[in-house]
């Protein structure tokens, strides 16, 4: 009570009225009046005689450039708190009014319906908050919300009469919880607007608003009552018995574990929807169908919170089904079947699967392939687009062209990743020529992405000419990759390229030792035959030739090239090429001595060597055997043939005479047989010499 006295002396030396004298009393009547009858006029931010806005508004969204409908929210909460500050008549209430008057006819002017969401604690126009107070003693969103206020709208035909009954209510609500006043929907209700609608869901209201009656209180105080023979003597007590510890079944169990267990709440409200959408399609009453699409509503911005993309497809089908044709079903699907919702999951890709976003997919009409596009060219974080890159590779199977189309419009760094997908949705042709356009691009990490698509086509013009370009490129990391590809590929058609391409590098001092070994082992692997020769040159030039050129191209181009001369013969178990490495070894120092150690320890024994050859000796016997078996066989069929005259048909007498070939005897065919020549088939020219 004493709260209560104090707050109404600061009301009564503050002059302000109480809630009814402000709703009805003639100083509100004189104000707004007097605000009617004035032109519109530009209102500073704080009037004279006080700071409305100082200690009321600290949460509020404050920036310099504000939109109208932005500013009528904002003039809205100043005017309606404006009472409780000032008195009626105070020129300060009178400018607020002014400022709120001028505002709405600003923010009405284009035409439009002007349709704002309220949140707990902020006010949103579209994707905008237009407000925001944290403070629940300050904060209109916050008074709105608790009593079941979502959404109001203002029409463009609002007139002055509407908008002095929404400061009547919103001013009554701000001292309601000092007055025991009416909640918000019972006033907006009572106040009966023409261009003002708003859309509200039942809720609870708090007991400090909503006393109970006086017999509810009564039987409360019954029920706390003690009995009446709570002060005689405690009964004897009985002979005591020890705790025990009762288990519970097994379905008991499993029905307390189902009760906390992730995802019970998700399971009770998708529960909760299905029972209540089944009990309105019994029912005829459209009002009560509508409330019970709204409730559904609430259960699916529940599971967008949760971020249950499956289960809020149901919901929405299920209502879409049970209760066809309301306008309330309509506007719950164009709600959470747009690309927003889409937008709010995708922000959040790792705790999603991309089989749990499919039914979303199937649900949004619009073209959510270039929406999840746009969000993984937009995601700065690796790991996130990693989870988008699963997605898109389900968005796009089938659909190559919307990604190959947009190759050339996203940023470098996303072009790799993207490019990966195409090479997993799209067909290995249209991939490969994908590829090979980008062996074009700027970008050396574009180029590399692109050189392993490309290193999977057969040896042809093209591809000869694409490694020839990339080995010519600035960047190391480049060539190098092309020169182990181009070694891999091209054999000894590109044998003569990769050794010029060697030698030039080493002359213009552009080699370095990686580049360097990974050409030898290039030159190995398209020419081996040719390559050993030329790297044991590199090591130890023979003849005034080879000192001419080693002296012609300096010392650190003769290092460089002995770096690929022993990389390259390590694999070569020769007694030569083993005593030249020895031999470089003891010339060299650092990491070239190092390298020749290495290949030294790497290089196969005499030992090795002679099994290896014995090894291919018996490879090559054991194919001309299964070929002189196979030639057998074949002469043996011919003889059975020849010697079933009845099955063959007469020749005309005009014929060619074949008959002598045929007559010839088996032993004959098994001797032309044995001094024929053997065959190799499938074996290209110099594999076999590959080591």
Aim: proline share 7%; charged share 30%.
């Amino acid at each position: 009570m004493g709260d209560c006295r104090e707050e109404r002396m600061n009301d009564q030396e503050r002059g302000s009225p109480p809630p009814t004298a402000i709703a009805e009393g003639a100083p509100f009547a004189e104000a707004t009046a007097e605000v009617e009858s004035e032109a519109p006029t530009k209102v500073a931010s704080s009037p004279p005689g006080g700071e409305p806005d100082d200690g009321l508004f600290s949460g509020a969204l404050a920036h310099s450039a504000r939109s109208p409908e932005a500013e009528l929210v904002l003039s809205l909460a100043r005017a309606s708190r404006s009472f409780i500050t000032y008195d009626a008549r105070n020129v300060a209430v009178r400018r607020l009014l002014a400022a709120y008057r001028d505002t709405v006819r600003r923010a009405v002017a284009k035409g439009e319906p002007l349709t704002y969401v309220i949140g707990p604690f902020e006010i949103y126009w579209g994707e905008e908050v237009v407000y925001r107070e944290h403070d629940r003693e300050r904060s209109m969103a916050f008074r709105l919300f608790r009593d079941g206020v979502r959404r109001f709208t203002v029409k463009p035909e609002v007139g002055w009469d509407d908008l002095l009954k929404l400061i009547e209510v919103l001013s009554v609500r701000y001292r309601g919880i000092r007055q025991q006043e009416d909640d918000t929907l019972t006033l907006l209700r009572q106040a009966d607007f023409d261009n003002i609608e708003f859309e509200v869901v039942d809720v609870y209201v708090p007991s400090e608003e909503d006393p109970e009656e006086a017999a509810d209180q009564q039987s409360f105080i019954d029920k706390a009552m003690p009995p009446p023979d709570w002060d005689q003597p405690l009964p004897a007590l009985t002979r005591p018995v020890p705790i025990a510890f009762k288990p519970l079944a097994e379905d008991q169990l499993t029905a307390l574990r189902a009760e906390y267990s992730e995802g019970a709440l998700v399971r009770g409200a998708l529960q909760v929807a299905n029972e209540m959408l089944l009990l309105a399609k019994q029912s005829e009453d459209r009002e009560i169908q509508g409330n019970v699409v709204l409730l559904c509503e609430e259960i699916c911005k529940y599971l967008v919170v949760e971020l249950r993309p499956s289960e809020l497809v149901k919901v929405v089908c299920q209502a879409q089904a049970l209760l066809p044709g309301l306008p309330e079903t309509a506007k719950l699907a164009e709600a959470f079947g747009s690309g927003d919702i889409l937008d709010r999951f995708l922000r959040d890709p790792d705790d999603l699967t991309a089989d749990a976003l499919m039914p979303l997919f199937a649900l949004i009409k619009e073209d959510h392939l270039e929406r999840v596009v746009d969000r993984f060219v937009e995601e700065p974080s690796q790991q996130t687009r990693r989870a988008l890159m699963k997605i898109l590779s389900r968005l796009a199977m089938g659909k190559p062209d919307a990604l190959l189309s947009r190759l050339g419009d996203v940023p470098t760094d996303r072009m790799v990743d993207l490019f990966n997908v195409v090479c997993v949705v799209a067909p290995p042709e249209r991939a490969l020529e994908a590829a090979y356009a980008m062996t074009e691009h700027e970008s050396p990490d574009v180029q590399l992405g692109a050189l392993e698509v490309v290193a999977i086509d057969s040896y042809n013009e093209r591809f000869h000419n694409t490694l020839n370009r990339l080995l010519s490129t600035d960047t190391p990391r480049l060539r190098v990759r092309a020169a182990a590809i181009f070694g891999e590929k091209c054999g000894r058609r590109g044998f003569p390229l990769l050794r010029e391409h060697s030698e030039q590098l080493a002359r213009n001092n552009k080699l370095d030792e990686i580049e360097a070994m990974t050409l030898g082992k290039a030159l190995m692997s398209a020419a081996r035959e040719l390559a050993i020769p030329l790297l044991r040159e590199w090591i130890r030039p023979r003849g005034l030739k080879g000192v001419f050129k080693k002296v012609s191209q300096g010392g650190k181009a003769t290092r460089m090239l002995r770096f690929a001369a022993v990389a390259g013969l390590e694999v070569d178990g020769a007694e030569q090429s083993r005593k030249l490495v020895a031999w470089l070894s003891s010339k060299s120092d650092g990491e070239l001595r190092e390298r020749c150690e290495h290949a030294l320890a790497k290089m196969p024994s005499a030992e090795e060597v002679k099994q290896r050859e014995a090894a291919k000796q018996a490879e090559e016997a054991a194919k001309q055997a299964a070929e002189q078996v196979r030639q057998a066989a074949e002469a043996t069929e011919q003889a059975a043939e020849a010697a079933a005259p009845a099955a063959t048909p007469a020749k005309p007498a005009s014929a060619k005479p074949a008959a002598a070939t045929k007559a010839r005897s088996e032993p004959q065919k098994m001797a032309d047989a044995a001094s024929a020549k053997p065959r190799r088939p499938g074996v290209h020219r110099g594999s076999a010499r590959k080591g």
